[in-house]
């Protein structure tokens, strides 16, 4: 049931505080301001055999992220950090994406009542929360 409740097209509609998330990851200030300033559009597919992709498009880059559930796997960044990363899910409408590196990250996907995909990414102290809608 997750599987189809995340699996589209998304594209941001609002962001909060994303510049201060991206510079608690070690993201620089120039890149960390234009990477809040991009309306990403993600793309969320899951094949028959359990493998979920995350497509990330901006003007700036596109970006791709594969992976099965519970399984942890080597992870470059779209900003370039190395990190182990595992995705879980709690129930069906919440995808956690928890980031082991130089500085940890947890960034949860949830699907909200409404329709719109909750997106909280959590490092140091700071939260950013990011909203999106059905493209």
């Known amino acids: ?18 510049d201060n998330y991206m510079k608690a990851v070690g993201v620089g200030s120039v890149m960390a301001k234009l990477g809040s300033s991009t309306k990403p559009t993600v793309t969320i597919t899951v094949s028959a055999d359990g493998q979920w992709t995350i497509k ?3 003007t700036l880059k596109t970006s791709d992220c ?8 080597d992870e470059t960044t779209t900003d370039g950090r190395k990190c182990k990363t595992m995705f879980t899910l709690e129930g069906d409408r919440k995808l956690v994406q928890d980031q082991k590196g130089e500085t940890p990250s947890i960034i949860t996907r949830e699907i909200k009542d409404d329709g719109a ?4 990414c959590k490092a140091k102290d700071i939260v950013a929360t990011r909203v999106y809608r059905r493209a």
Do not use: H, P, Q, Y
């Open 1 to 18: 049931m997750a599987a189809g409740l995340f699996s589209g097209k998304w594209k941001l509609e609002t962001s909060d505080n994303f």
């Open 56 to 58: 990330t498009e901006t």
């Open 117 to 120: 995909m909750v997106t909280v």
């Open 66 to 73: 594969s992976f099965r559930i519970g399984e942890e796997f």
